[in-house]
């Protein structure tokens, strides 16, 4: 039983294929103006959408320094079960001396 059904999958398969193929295009829809929107949509709405957080970022940039929090040591933080396998083995891939504490604390401290 398990073998018949098997061979009526492929063949099941085959008759839907079209089927899901018109449902996917772009076409299947009749817009003729899908085109339009999508570049009046990349227009109004994603480019300016690109500028404000461009802004933004600007603007965050010329803030200045911000406080790094006061280091409290967690005992179920900064858990070092083998060292990593770059450098010393202590710091993280992307560590930043100022922000990253290590489990003892900061590093300028």
């Known amino acids: 039983m398990a073998a018949g059904t ?10 839907l294929q079209p089927q899901l193929a018109r449902l996917m295009s772009s076409g299947a829809h009749g817009e003729e103006g899908s085109a339009r929107m999508w570049k009046a949509l990349t227009y ?3 480019l300016p959408g690109v500028a404000v957080s461009m802004l933004n970022v600007f603007l965050k940039s010329h803030q200045g320094e911000h406080e790094r929090p ?9 858990i070092r079960s083998k060292p990593f396998p770059w450098g010393d ?13 290590l ?5 300028d401290e």
């Not at 098997?6 to 008759?15: D, M, N, T």
């Not at 489990?103 to 590093?107: L, M, V």
């Open 89 to 101: 083995g202590n710091h993280t891939l992307f560590h930043n001396a100022h922000l990253n504490p």
């Open 6 to 15: 098997v061979s009526r999958f492929p063949a099941l398969l085959g008759r």
């Open 44 to 46: 109004l709405v994603a």
């Open 70 to 78: 006061e280091f409290v040591a967690y005992p179920h933080l900064r």
């Open 103 to 107: 489990p003892t604390g900061y590093e």
